[in-house]
């Protein structure tokens, strides 16, 4: 098996030419490993709960970047966002609220993306798309006072079919192109955060700035 740090290297070298950036999911892992792929320069690292961000964040180096991709619980918001460079998993506007309203009250600018739901599984959590066009079609991230919408994010459908995959991550840069479409002002919208280990070639493929990938790098989790 390769090294976490060969693999970090390897990860690089295939996600460059597609101009995107490599998200290191590193949830059930510990500070050891993350730092065997921070010492390999990798500085982005992907979290889903709350509580495990919150110990490991201050036992790891400061320019790390934390982005939050797990489902976030309202009463969480206040412990993460000081660690979280970005929360990639808004699924409610009224987690969006929350958000914005602890940003004003911590001093923070909080950045996110919003998580849109187009897989097949009932499970995954995020806004459908068409509830994506209305909010910015309404344009009610005109009332953020603290937060910036860098852009979307979304999974594919856990599937064999790689044309369902495809398909997939088509409608999340089809959304992403309308919602820039409607709101051409938006600043800095410039964010597709899509796939991981089994899947992140095809979502290069289509368009994904940010790739989010754990188990190809750092091995199977033992939950
Ligand atoms: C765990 C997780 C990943 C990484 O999954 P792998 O299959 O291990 O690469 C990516 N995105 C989200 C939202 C996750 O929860």
């Not at 990860?11 to 030419?17: A, G, S, V, Y």
């Not at 999911?25 to 500070?31: A, G, L, Y």
């Not at 797990?70 to 969480?76: A, P, R, S, V």
């Not at 923070?108 to 994506?132: D, I, N, W, Y």
Request: aromatic residues 8%; contains cysteine.
């Amino acid at each position: 098996m390769n090294t976490v740090a060969q693999n970090i290297k390897d990860f690089r070298l295939e996600i460059h030419p597609y101009g995107a950036e490599l998200v290191a999911v590193s949830k059930f892992h510990t500070p050891e490993v993350i730092m065997e792929a921070y010492d390999a320069g990798q500085r982005i690292f992907g979290e889903n709960r709350a509580q495990e961000l919150v110990e490991k964040a201050p036992q790891l180096p400061s320019d790390i970047r934390w982005h939050f991709i797990g489902h976030m619980q309202t009463n969480k918001v206040r412990a993460v966002l000081p660690h979280a460079a970005m929360i990639e998993s808004v699924d409610s506007t009224k987690l969006l609220q929350l958000i914005d309203k602890e940003g004003v009250r911590a001093g923070l600018k909080p950045r996110v993306l919003m998580q849109v739901h187009v897989a097949a599984e009932q499970t995954k959590s995020g806004f459908l798309p068409e509830e994506l066009v209305e909010f910015f079609r309404s344009r009610q991230f005109e009332s953020l006072q603290a937060t910036h919408i860098c852009g979307i994010m979304g999974m594919a459908t856990n599937t064999d079919d790689r044309d369902r995959v495809r398909a997939d991550f088509k409608a999340i840069h089809n959304l992403f192109d309308t919602i820039r479409s409607l709101c051409p002002d938006l600043r800095g919208f410039d964010t597709i955060s899509m796939g991981m280990s089994g899947d992140y070639m095809i979502a290069l493929e289509e368009g994904a700035t940010l790739v989010r990938i754990g188990t190809a790098i750092f091995g199977p989790r033992q939950y």
